[in-house]
Every structure is written in C-alpha cells, then in structure tokens.
C-alpha cells in the first residue's frame, strides 16, 4: 500500500510503510460508565490523539539523528 506524506507531499513508493506522528494531544475527561447500580468503569482523566500525520521515515526522523 502506497502513501503520500503528509509532511512532505512526496507520494512513497507502494510497500513502505508510513510512520504515524502525533501533532497535537488534548486532555479528556472520562465520565463513569454504570450498569444499572453497578459501577463499570469509574472514568477519570486522561489524553487523546488531537491530531496526526502519517509521514516518511527521513520526515519522521528527528533532525539530530539525519545527520
């Protein structure tokens, strides 16, 4: 499966695989999940994906390692 960087633009050949860097995160707050009167999950807080990329490996790369 091919792929188009969405760093870069370049179209990737078909069989590589895309690295997936995340952009963005947000805090969430997770309500309480009940079954009737039984408690399933007591919810808390916690973070998710705001926004990703799916990128090439020389994108990807940290600038300090390319070199």
């Given at each position: 499966?091919?792929?188009?960087?969405?760093?870069?633009?370049r179209?990737?050949?078909a069989g590589t695989s895309p690295v997936v860097l995340i952009l963005e995160r947000r805090q969430?707050?997770?309500p309480e999940r009940t079954n009737g009167k039984k408690v399933i999950d007591?919810?808390?807080r916690g973070w998710e994906i705001a926004k990703e990329a799916k990128a090439c490996k020389k994108c990807a790369t940290p600038k300090s390692e390319a070199q």
């Amino acid at each position: 499966m091919s792929f188009r960087c969405e760093l870069c633009n370049r179209a990737m050949p078909a069989g590589t695989s895309p690295v997936v860097l995340i952009l963005e995160r947000r805090q969430k707050n997770y309500p309480e999940r009940t079954n009737g009167k039984k408690v399933i999950d007591r919810g808390g807080r916690g973070w998710e994906i705001a926004k990703e990329a799916k990128a090439c490996k020389k994108c990807a790369t940290p600038k300090s390692e390319a070199q």
